[in-house]
């Protein structure tokens, strides 16, 4: 995967991303947005969850001219959930450039809308049909919008939008630079892209197909606080020979790392800052055995060449699909099982689903292990070590011992000894690891959610029967 780091962008974007804890890009990220920089109108073709928000949102907001406080980006989204999802996300990623985004979206008050828009704010995510609105108004100036993006334009499509869409074009300043987003490629978007477009640049991420064998898949629904003492207790209760945490920036594998090994772990972490012979040194480690737990990053492992690993745990859930599928792909190999569990947090129970329906996969909740299982854990894997000595090994020779202390104290008191002994008891020592922004995506598509499309017919163009009218025109006229 390519580091957005490599990809030329502004010091306060890549610090906005750091803070979000994204730090590679995503296959559609790492080839739009050197095109879009370029100024190049780009076609992207990609599935939903793949990152076409930052994709498109880099681009959008280095052109943007902060000190002017006007509208010269425009992202149009087929429901009132994107449109907030996309503006939240590119205020995310600009909040360091001094440029701010608005959604505007039909079933808002409309002078509330309009208040706002007098704020100056320099990007507008709207849905097509209260966008429309806005323009008759005049409340929307698009005199100087420099990019406009069409996201999800299939959906805008399939919900009657297309005519919308063409008046939105038109309307906006012909040297524009136009973005275009769409999961699949129908002929009616292909019409746009052809006359609506400057010679675009075309981005196909094929969708491909992910299953997963295997490998049990589970999840654990968690608020972020928890993650690391539920990853404790996970690690106590089940005691993996081999175990793979993927931790999303290098910082989180610093930290989770360290907190590990304060608690008593053997465990090491990997990314993209050590050294070649650095990470060849961890990894013969695991190989070796002489290290439990490898904290990772997607980057860092990479082609890993590892056998044996029992359980991947998911300490933050990645950004897309496919990166999902290659983490848990490091267990289940060659015939055997694996487990695969991911810590989820409430607000990306929706990427969740979106890993699911894509992997065709189904992941069973866990209920969140307790302290008092972790120690049960531990107890039950001292048990079955001690079950493992008595059926293999020649005991003969403590025998006598064992005899003595039977004479002085009961047997259930010796063996309860043994397992002190023998049991792993857990430092509770105190570990803090640095919160990273969830990861989430626009809810599922319904279409009662958009901006509603007016029934001024004559003036919004969005009847079959008016194909041919020209929003400009029909200003004019209005």
Do not use: C, W
Not at 107 to 124: E, H, N, S, Y
Not at 180 to 195: D, G, Q, V, Y
Not at 210 to 217: A, F, R
């Amino acid at each position: 995967m390519t580091k957005f780091s490599e990809l030329s962008i502004s010091a306060p974007i890549m610090k906005a991303l750091e803070q979000m804890g994204f730090e590679e890009a995503t296959p559609i990220q790492t080839e739009t947005i050197p095109l879009a920089k370029e100024g190049y109108d780009v076609i992207g073709q990609a599935q939903t969850g793949t990152g076409k928000t930052t994709a498109f949102g880099i681009p959008m907001i280095e052109r943007i001219d902060a000190k002017l406080r006007k509208v010269q980006g425009l992202v149009v989204a087929p429901t009132r959930e994107l449109a907030i999802q996309v503006a939240e996300e590119i205020n995310r990623i600009a909040r360091f450039m001094g440029v701010r985004a608005l959604a505007v979206y039909g079933g808002q008050q409309m002078d509330r809308q309009i208040r706002a828009l007098k704020d100056g704010p320099q990007i507008v995510v709207a849905t097509p049909g209260r966008l429309l609105d806005h323009l008759r108004r005049r409340t929307i100036r698009v005199d100087h919008v420099k990019v406009a993006v069409l996201d999800e334009a299939d959906e805008m499509l399939n919900m009657g939008f297309i005519d919308d869409i063409r008046d939105i074009l038109k309307a906006i300043p012909e040297e524009r630079q136009t973005l275009l987003f769409s999961a699949t490629m129908p002929k009616e978007i292909r019409n746009i892209a052809t006359t609506l477009m400057k010679e675009p640049k075309e981005v196909k991420i094929k969708a491909k197909e992910m299953t997963v064998t295997n490998i049990e898949q589970f999840f654990i629904e968690i608020p972020e606080k928890f993650k690391f003492d539920t990853l404790n207790n996970h690690l106590d209760i089940h005691s993996p020979d081999l175990a793979i945490v993927f931790a999303r920036t290098k910082k989180r594998v610093d930290e989770v790392t360290e907190g590990l090994q304060a608690r008593g772990y053997r465990s090491e972490g990997i990314h993209g800052d050590l050294t070649q012979g650095k990470r060849m040194s961890v990894l013969n480690k695991f190989k070796q055995g002489r290290v439990d737990v490898l904290v990772a990053t997607d980057v860092a492992a990479r082609g890993l060449d590892i056998s044996g690993v029992t359980h991947v745990y998911n300490f933050d859930i990645p950004q897309d699909p496919e990166s999902y599928v290659h983490r848990i792909g490091r267990t289940g190999r060659a015939g055997r099982t694996g487990e695969a569990i991911s810590f989820v947090t409430p607000r990306e129970m929706a990427h969740l689903h979106l890993i699911e329906k894509t992997t065709k996969s189904k992941m069973k909740r866990m209920t969140p292990p307790t302290n008092q299982d972790a120690r049960r854990g531990q107890q039950q894997v001292t048990i079955e070590k001690l079950e493992k000595a008595i059926s293999k090994k020649d005991l003969s020779s403590y025998k006598e011992s064992a005899q003595q202390l039977l004479e002085d104290h009961d047997s259930v008191t010796v063996i309860a000894a043994a397992i002190s002994l023998l049991t792993k008891e857990r430092r509770d020592t105190p570990v803090r690891i640095s919160s990273v922004a969830p990861i989430s995506v626009k809810k599922a598509m319904n279409s009662k959610g958009g901006g509603q499309r007016s029934k001024n017919k004559r003036f919004y163009g969005g009847g079959r029967n008016n194909r041919k009218g020209n929003f400009q025109k029909r200003r004019k006229r209005d």
